[in-house]
């Protein structure tokens, strides 16, 4: 079975901090993505990396940046927290046409 | 602009009935679509797949119908279980998997 795993469930910081939220996947997957969840709204795609070192900017990339040092890591790293970047935050990486999710990081920024 | 439409925010279903999730889409690049599964407070689940050469593919108690040229799918499930309930993202796959389009989901609840 495919794992992808966060590094947080739930994370509170405060406005201005700088946060990392960091994925693991185990299945050597070339893709990996991160997104945002929130209601209303679905999935929307922040960025995405197909290989190590390289990222791709999705629908939303302001106020992220992102890291692939790895193959099976995938950090996305908001460089100055507001309050906005309060969110549900998923990665997620791909076998072929499917992707596989982690649990989610319930991000909240005071 | 939102190229994965799920119109129905929410939809109310009596157990052992059939449940029915609508998705639109807008690209016909669009090559390959799945339908995912979330609960609360964690990550969505791949539940069933279709790709673009078939209209109908079947998972026991999940099918997904494709219709190319009204650009729709939907998802049937049947009969539904309370344990359905949950909120179900639609998604579109282009360029052999490294673009996904997701839906806004709609809130599917069965009603014990």
């Known amino acids: 079975d495919v794992k992808v795993t966060q590094s947080s469930r739930y994370l509170v910081k405060r406005t201005g901090e700088k946060v990392f939220l960091e994925c693991v996947q185990d299945m050597d997957h070339e893709n990996m993505f991160w997104y945002r969840q929130d209601p209303g709204l679905g999935l929307r795609l922040i960025y995405f990396?197909?290989?190590?070192?390289?990222?791709e900017k999705g629908d939303i990339p302001e106020g992220y940046s992102v890291s692939r040092e790895k193959k099976e890591r995938f950090s996305l790293i908001l460089e100055s927290a507001s309050t906005n970047q309060t969110s549900m935050y998923l990665c997620?990486?791909?076998?072929?046409?499917?992707?596989?999710f982690g649990p989610g990081t319930r991000l909240t920024v005071t | 602009d939102q190229q994965v439409k799920q119109n129905s925010p929410s939809l109310s279903v009596q157990e052992g009935r059939i449940s029915i999730l609508n998705c639109d889409y807008t690209?016909?690049?669009?090559?390959?679509f799945l339908w995912y599964k979330k609960y609360p407070a964690e990550g969505p689940t791949f539940l069933i797949s279709i790709s673009s050469i078939k209209d109908k593919n079947e998972d026991g108690r999940f099918t997904v119908f494709l219709n190319k040229s009204a650009k729709h799918l939907s998802l049937h499930i049947v009969p539904s279980q309370p344990g359905d309930s949950a909120v179900y993202f639609c998604a579109a796959s282009a360029l052999l998997g490294n673009q996904f389009y997701f839906g806004t989901g709609t809130s599917l609840t069965v009603i014990p």
């Open positions: 990396s197909y290989d190590v070192k390289m990222k």
């Open positions: 690209n016909s690049m669009f090559d390959y």
């Open positions: 997620a990486s791909t076998r072929f046409y499917e992707q596989y």
